[in-house]
């Protein structure tokens, strides 16, 4: 592994290129080159343009010389929002949904969020890395190059630290990037029932310092959700949260509108998540603080509500950002084809403005646009190759993989012609 890399013959060469948040009409431009050509010198991009114009490097001994064949060649894909380190599984609450129970009636019955919180207070770190190792190595596939996870299956200390310790151990030893997130306030645990006030003193006053103190996370994150946690509650620990020099995201609007979205937006959060139910005001604010709405269409499809109304908060000039919210129970995905389909045919977004925002506005929701998120010289040299010779094919083949290879700051970490062995 060196991380030189030239790659020739790309049919499309996707840039995606920016350094920030593409906003509105700005999402539809994907910079393509057509017949293009990269080099990536010690695992950054060191030269963008034209195959023709490749320069001859001066020692072609060094370089792993890799031929596109006629194929598209995009970004590495930015998972922003999903929670892959969980103890457990929750099949059976996927049929209560069938049978007609609601997400918000299977939580109240004790099943949810808190059934996992159960199973993952029992995995060992050991146990919690693997499970997750596996689910990174499925993303991988998909062409996912930087993943964010969230805690919030502990709701204890112990637990919570165990978790984000567990995504640090994979960060060292797993090909993919991974972001950080604390999400000790996800739900009320049982020995709190009733108690939500008292529970959100113990995070604030004693968990949150500690993953500040000991740099366990990036961002905090909270579920403001009726029933759940309120706006009031949500701004008092996100500021506490800011304050410790945590960066900020929530799920907002997911279930009920009670105003996250324009909470964000006042605290100048980094994204806003979920948003289904988000209101026009709260969409403006949104465009005008320059926050990223991250849309979770899985999680509509799976738990068979609304789609976030992605087309009218690109017509209003939001960053839109697309992520899979793997979770397992309401969104047991790491899909990045479904996603795209969903996005494209039922969202509303154009096929240009779906990649802009799982590549380029994924990077800008964790806070990363000037690092990764596009093909720009100076960036991480992660990369996506197709098997085909357009971006279009993406959710035009419904629901099935199209990535041929993946390279990872240089180095060809994924393979399919290769088996679909991890070459790491
Ligand atoms: O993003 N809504 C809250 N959190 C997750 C679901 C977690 C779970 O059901 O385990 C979400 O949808
Ligand atoms: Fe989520």
């Known amino acids: 592994m060196n991380g030189n890399i030239i790659i020739k013959n790309a049919s499309e060469l996707v840039t995606c290129s920016g350094f920030q948040a593409k906003k509105g009409s700005e999402m539809a431009d994907l910079h393509v080159i057509q017949n293009g050509g990269m080099i990536i010198e010690d695992g950054q991009i060191s030269f963008v343009g034209k195959a023709s114009d490749l320069p001859e490097h001066p020692d072609p001994e060094q370089f792993h010389v890799l031929d596109a064949e006629g194929k598209a060649v995009l970004p590495g894909f930015v998972d922003s929002h999903t929670h892959f380190v969980f103890g457990g599984y929750r ?8 049978s007609g129970m609601s997400y918000m009636e299977i939580m109240a019955r004790g099943g949810g969020i808190v059934s996992t919180v159960s199973a993952t ?14 689910r990174l190595d499925s993303m991988l596939s998909f062409g996912v190059t ?18 984000l310790e567990a995504m640090a151990e994979l960060e060292r030893t797993h090909p993919l990037d991974i972001v950080k997130t604390f ?4 739900a009320v645990p049982k020995e ?3 108690k939500t006030e008292d529970f959100l003193d113990f995070i604030q006053g004693t968990v949150l310092p500690e993953v500040a103190e000991k740099g366990l996370a990036e961002f905090c994150d909270i579920f403001c959700e009726k029933d759940v946690f309120s706006v009031e509650q949500s701004r008092r620990l996100l ?10 995201t929530l799920h907002a609007d997911e279930i009920v509108r009670l105003g996250g979205a324009e909470l964000a937006a006042e605290l100048g959060a980094v994204s806003a998540d979920h948003l289904l139910q988000v209101s026009d005001q709260g969409m403006k604010n949104l465009a005008r603080a320059g926050v990223v709405a991250t849309l979770l269409p899985l999680t509509a499809f799976s738990l068979r509500e609304p789609y976030a109304r992605g087309r009218a ?5 939001c960053a839109v950002a697309l992520a899979t919210d793997l979770n397992p129970g309401s969104c047991f995905s790491e899909s990045i084809p479904l996603l795209f389909a969903l996005a494209t045919l039922y969202m509303h977004l154009t096929v240009e403005e779906a990649v802009t925002a799982l590549t380029i506005n994924g990077a800008a929701a964790l806070d990363r646009a000037s690092t990764i998120g596009s093909i720009d010289v100076g960036k991480k040299g992660d990369v996506v ?3 085909f010779p357009s971006y279009r094919f993406i959710p035009y083949h419904i629901g099935v993989n199209t990535v041929e290879k993946v390279i990872k700051c240089g180095n060809l970490v994924y393979d399919k012609t290769n088996g679909g062995k991890l070459c790491c």
Do not use: P
């Open 183 to 186: 999400l000790g306030a996800h």
């Open 385 to 387: 190759i197709l098997e």
């Open 313 to 317: 908060m690109i017509d209003r000039h």
């Open 239 to 248: 500021l506490a949260a800011r304050d410790l020099g945590l960066k900020l």
């Open 192 to 194: 709190y029932k009733g």
């Open 91 to 98: 099949a059976d609450e996927f049929s209560w949904r069938l």
């Open 146 to 163: 930087t993943v964010e996870g969230k805690s919030g299956y502990g709701l204890d200390r112990d637990t919570e630290l165990r978790q």
């Open 121 to 134: 207070r029992q995995a060992s770190l050991e146990e919690l890395m693997e499970a997750g190792r596996k």
